[in-house]
């Protein structure tokens, strides 16, 4: 599981170091970016703490991840922009229309 954690598309680069919130055992470079698979979406630092705390993720989540092999499967570049773009007004971000591919609308 904590290779296709580890595995997910960069949607969202954050250069930082995250510090482990529950007990400090680890620090993560750019632990707050953002990774997928498509469907899911989640912070780079989340297989630290699945590995360090026994983490448990949502069924849906880890049914999709069994469902794929636990391979992280490939997503189209359209898709990962828009995901991208969801991560990014969600987290409450302004996206600058001048970071868009020409023809994207």
Wanted: aromatic share 10%; net charge positive.
């Amino acid at each position: 599981m904590g290779r296709y954690l580890t595995s997910g598309h960069p949607v969202l680069d954050v250069t930082e170091l995250t510090t482990d919130a529950i007990g400090n055992r680890f620090r993560v470079p750019g632990g707050s970016s953002v990774l997928t698979d498509g469907t899911h979406a989640w912070r780079a630092d989340l297989a630290h703490y699945v590995n360090h705390y026994s983490i448990a993720l949502p069924a849906e989540f880890t049914q999709f991840m069994d469902k794929h092999g636990y391979r992280v499967p490939q997503v189209t570049r359209k898709k990962l922009i828009d995901i991208s773009m969801d991560v990014t007004r969600f987290l409450g971000f302004r996206a600058d229309a001048g970071s868009r591919r020409r023809g994207d609308t």
